[in-house]
């Protein structure tokens, strides 16, 4: 699949909430940074999306100025939803770095603002401590400690 093609896939799947397609997109061993889980890597990358889209009601994904070449891919995205824990709605801007390899995603960073993700997603606190590491420090680790708990439960 030509690598262009690849990114318009993984964000078609992205906008249809389908995680295995996603998935498919990926190497057999994938790297995954982005603000809040930061450095995922290989099986914890598919359980990544899976937890996050298996609860998705509302979300909408709009991928733009998507280019390849060589290897590499980039991509700005918007993704817009309801984040579940709070009922907030969030509008999410970002882009995408990617390296390609054998028709698949290798490697997959994600660079958006965490405190403007915080500040919708967790209203006041957010808007007066999502710049704060401590906050940060706190999202983080909630996010990488319901990860876990759900890769637990789906071994099971």
Known sequence: MHEEQLIKEFYVCF????????????GEDPFFY???FQDLRGP???????????????????VSEIRSEGGYGSCLWV???????????????????LTIAGGRIVEHQDDYSLWNWARQ???IPGLLFGWSPPLQKSIRRRARRN????MSKKSK
């Open 15 to 26: 906008a249809r909430a389908d995680w295995r397609g996603m998935t498919d997109c990926y």
């Open 44 to 62: 914890e990358v598919g359980a990544m999306w899976q937890l996050l889209l298996s609860g998705a009601k509302d979300l909408q994904v709009d």
């Open 79 to 97: 993704a817009t939803y309801t984040f579940p824990r709070t009922g907030r709605r969030v509008v999410n801007k970002g882009k995408a770095m």
């Open 147 to 150: 990860l876990y708990k759900f």
């Open 121 to 123: 997603a967790l209203g």
């Open 34 to 36: 982005d603000p809040i």
